[in-house]
Structures are given as structure tokens and as C-alpha cells.
């Protein structure tokens, strides 16, 4: 079993960056692929950035790529997500999750946290 709880959302201004938190608790974190979703109001959630185990496999979606990064620390069962340059249309609930592939789609994540707000004003 895998518990993840999100932190570190906010209202902020365009332009300015804030780091997203995911802690987990539960002995498979290590092996796991880490994802980060995202979920504005009145749309479907969608995929933003994930990486595998060890760090050696990210991706990202096309609207973050460059502005975002993922990244983890296995010793301390968190995985993480700069984001930078942040836009209104970044404006969502992000989630992070945990799953066995690095694949886009919310199917191949069985974990999921509740969620953090993250608001940009223009």
C-alpha cells in the first residue's frame, strides 16, 4: 500500500514558480513509477509529467515541457515538481500518483494523493 499526500500548492503571479511536494509512505515508493496530473475546473484531468524509479526516465506533456521538472529523493519517499514560468492556464488541482509505467494515461497509476491547488493570476 502506497498513501501520498501533496503539498506546496498556492495562489501566485504569472511568471512565478512554485515546488510541488509529494510525500510517500509505504516500502514499494523505491520501485515505483511517480506521476504528476493536473485538473482545472470544468475539464478532464490530464497527465503533466512522470518519472521512473531511479530518475533515468522522464516525460513530460508538451504544454509544461521546459518549465516543469520532476524529480525524487527515494531516501526520503518524496517526488517533487518545479514549476517555473507558471501561467493562468496552470491553474488546477495537481495530483501526484504512483503506478508501475511511465505511460500518460491515469489507468497505469493505482495510488493517488488529494490533491493540491495551484492558482495563477494574470
Known amino acids: 500500500q502506497v498513501q501520498l499526500v501533496e503539498s506546496g500548492g498556492g495562489l501566485v503571479q504569472a511568471g512565478d514558480s512554485l515546488r510541488l511536494s509529494c510525500a510517500a509512505s509505504g516500502r514499494t515508493f523505491g520501485r515505483r513509477v511517480m506521476g504528476w496530473f493536473r485538473q482545472a475546473p470544468g475539464k478532464e484531468r490530464e497527465f503533466v509529467a512522470t518519472?521512473?524509479?531511479?530518475?533515468?526516465?522522464?516525460d513530460y506533456a508538451d504544454s509544461v515541457k521546459g518549465r516543469f521538472t520532476i524529480s525524487r529523493d527515494n531516501a526520503k519517499q518524496t517526488v517533487y515538481l518545479q514549476m517555473n514560468s507558471l501561467k493562468p492556464e496552470d491553474t488546477a488541482v495537481y495530483y501526484c500518483a504512483g503506478g508501475w509505467s511511465t505511460a500518460h494515461s491515469m489507468g497505469a497509476y493505482d495510488y493517488w494523493g488529494q490533491g493540491t491547488q495551484v492558482t495563477v493570476s494574470s
Open positions: 518519472m521512473n524509479w531511479n530518475g533515468g526516465i522522464t
